[in-house]
T-cell receptor, first 114, second 108 residues
Framework: DTEVTQTPKHLVMGMTNKKSLKCEQH?????MYWYKQKAKKPPELMFV???????INESVPSRFSPECPNSSLLNLHLHALQPEDSALYLC?????????????FGPGTRLTVT | DAKTTQPTSMDCAEGRAANLPCNHS???????VYWYRQIHSQGPQYIIH???NNETNEMASLIITEDRKSSTLILPHATLRDTAVYYC?????????FGEGTQLTVNP
């Protein structure tokens, strides 16, 4: 199984809502990533987890809160988002941080903040 | 910061070879070049990588110049499903840093 799954596929939320994005992989990978992708732009790295510990935070605002409850799951908790946070949120995994260049990506969650 | 340079867009006829160039003039001796592609509304997909020798897999071939300052990704028989944005990435810093990529459109 070389699949990374993400739920939900689409999410519309108001600026006062709290929601969560979920990512799951069963490849035994120990590094997991969150990216943000605006329309017609490349993906931008947000967070990296290695062995369930946060390894990299690319100066992401605190209204985005990642969580890695176990080696297969990665969550992104959203609170008090702004309309400019509307984007495609991509999750990815790799065997370890050492193989960070060979990542498997999920299909993404398309988020709209109203 | 992205250190690679790629054309913004390219067109290719279905069934013909698609040759996508990339300049990576600042690449250091032990940095690999990776290629990914992103089909519309999907996540990026790994294609191939190389250090200094030419590489081939079931998806594509990668030709790296002897001075390693540029490379070409070759899709030998492009199909309509190969229409995507193709990213050339210098592997450094334990992370993928995507540049703007090349929008390849395969035409019937």
């Amino acid at each position: 199984d070389t699949e990374v799954t993400q739920t939900p596929k689409h999410l519309v939320m108001g600026m006062t809502n709290k929601k969560s994005l979920k990512c799951e992989q069963h490849m035994g990978h120990r590094a997991m990533y969150w990216y943000k992708q605006k329309a017609k732009k490349p993906p931008e790295l947000m967070f990296v987890y290695s062995y369930e510990k946060l390894s990299i935070n690319e100066s992401v605002p605190s209204r985005f809160s990642p969580e890695c409850p176990n080696s297969s799951l990665l969550n992104l908790h959203l609170h008090a988002l702004q309309p400019e946070d509307s984007a495609l949120y991509l999750c990815a995994s790799s065997q370890t941080l050492g193989s960070a260049y060979e990542q498997y990506f999920g299909p993404g969650t398309r988020l709209t903040v109203t | 910061d992205a250190k690679t340079t790629q054309p913004t867009s390219m067109d290719c006829a279905e069934g013909r070879a698609a040759n996508l160039p990339c300049n990576h003039s600042t690449i250091s001796g032990n940095e690999y070049v990776y290629w990914y592609r992103q089909i519309h509304s999907q996540g990026p997909q790994y294609i191939i990588h190389g250090l200094k020798n030419n590489e081939t897999n079931e998806m594509a071939s990668l030709i790296i110049t002897e001075d390693r300052k540029s490379s070409t990704l070759i899709l030998p028989h492009a199909t309509l499903r190969d229409t995507a944005v193709y990213y050339c990435i210098e592997a450094s810093g334990s992370r993928l840093t995507f540049g703007e990529g090349t929008q390849l459109t395969v035409n019937p």
